[in-house]
């Protein structure tokens, strides 16, 4: 019986080493609680788990140009163009060309969170109590980064785009047209296909069919990609099911029935620091305080490098797990 494995695939033996941690936590938490040394450096824990597991879940980098700058930079969008070169006679004069270049700054805004909670609930169970602060903490980080560039693609492409199609299902065929003229605008050629699972299943369903025969989806095998969502590529481009898309009431900010098809230098996003963290129990209550802030920012310069398809036959507010 001590080799039966629980729900989360663990022994006994594991339970048993994972239950004397959360006991040995919580009691550390009881016997320092006064000691605002201790406080600030578990705070400054907290706050490194947080950042580690917002690095890792967030899936900017799949489908935009991201750049950590420090907390003092300053991050720009930059092209060059204007260089030419032409054919002449061997020895030649070979007419001179201007270099222009189009530079454009990434402005920069603050997102955070604020926390409180009674002190006695801390020192009777701080490892569940932390745990649970840890990740909600991500999923809203990462929910507003979201929100955030959604919004910058969703004004970049308003309906009246030229890159702005709809109609009833989800079209393969327009699909792949949205793919090849992407591509062909990308200077990189990195192309990803976004959306909720309302959208990109579809396209399984479509590519897994007896019609298809499942030609041209290569299902992923990369764990890590697996984990932020990546369920496959088709015709090269990573199909990427979007998680953390509703806010804190559990009301989704992107529509159900949205699917874009996205270039990766269509835009440039950045993060400035670290994640900075402040913590402090008021001097005239029971409550501790936890609060962490990071600068982030980010543009679309590049529209055409974006295609926004929409599904009629889906209301865009349908709710998560509908």
Same mark, same amino acid.
């Given at each position: ?51 580690? &597991?917002?690095?890792?879940?967030? =899936? ?5 140009? !991201?750049?950590?700058?420090?907390? %003092? #930079?300053? *991050? ?92 009833? &299902?989800?079209?393969?065929?327009? =699909? ?5 003229? !992407?591509?062909?605008?990308?200077? %990189? #050629?990195? *192309? ?98 936890? =609060? ?31």
């Amino acid at each position: 019986m001590s080799n039966l494995i629980d729900t989360f695939g663990r022994t006994s033996e594991e339970r048993t080493a994972l239950a004397e941690k959360v006991a040995k936590a919580n009691e550390e938490a009881r016997t320092n609680w006064g000691n605002p040394q201790w406080r600030h450096a578990m705070a400054q824990e907290l706050t490194e788990t947080i950042y580690r &597991g917002f690095e890792h879940e967030n =899936l900017l980098s799949l489908f935009t140009n !991201v750049e950590n700058a420090p907390f %003092d #930079g300053r *991050v720009f969008v930059k092209e060059v163009r204007g260089l030419k070169a032409f054919w002449v006679s061997r020895g030649g004069y070979i007419e001179a060309s201007e270099i222009k270049s189009e530079v454009m700054e990434i402005p920069r805004d603050t997102i955070g969170f604020h926390v409180f909670e009674f002190e006695d609930k801390l020192r009777s169970n701080f490892s569940e109590t932390a745990q649970s602060l840890v990740s909600l903490a991500q999923q809203r980080m990462d929910a507003q980064v979201n929100q955030r560039m959604f919004s910058l693609f969703q004004a970049a492409v308003p309906s009246s785009s030229a890159y702005y199609s709809s109609g009833s &299902g989800l079209s393969l065929s327009g =699909l792949n047209t949205a793919l090849r003229e !992407v591509r062909d605008e990308s200077m %990189d #050629g990195q *192309v990803t296909i976004i959306g909720r699972s309302t959208m990109t299943e579809q396209i399984i369903d479509e590519l897994l069919g007896a019609s298809s025969n499942g030609a041209g989806f290569l299902p992923e095998t990369n764990e890590a990609l697996v984990k932020r969502g990546v369920l496959g590529t088709y015709r090269s481009a990573k199909i990427v099911t979007l998680k953390n898309y509703d806010d804190d009431n559990r009301v989704p900010f992107f529509p159900a029935n949205e699917l874009w098809v996205v270039g990766r230098d269509a835009s440039k996003f950045a993060f400035w620091g670290g994640l900075l963290n402040k913590e402090y129990v008021e001097p005239d209550n029971w409550y501790w305080h936890y =609060l962490a802030r990071r600068d982030f920012g980010g543009v679309v310069h590049r529209p055409e490098r974006l295609r926004r398809i929409v599904d009629t036959s889906i209301a865009a507010s349908t709710p998560k797990g509908s």
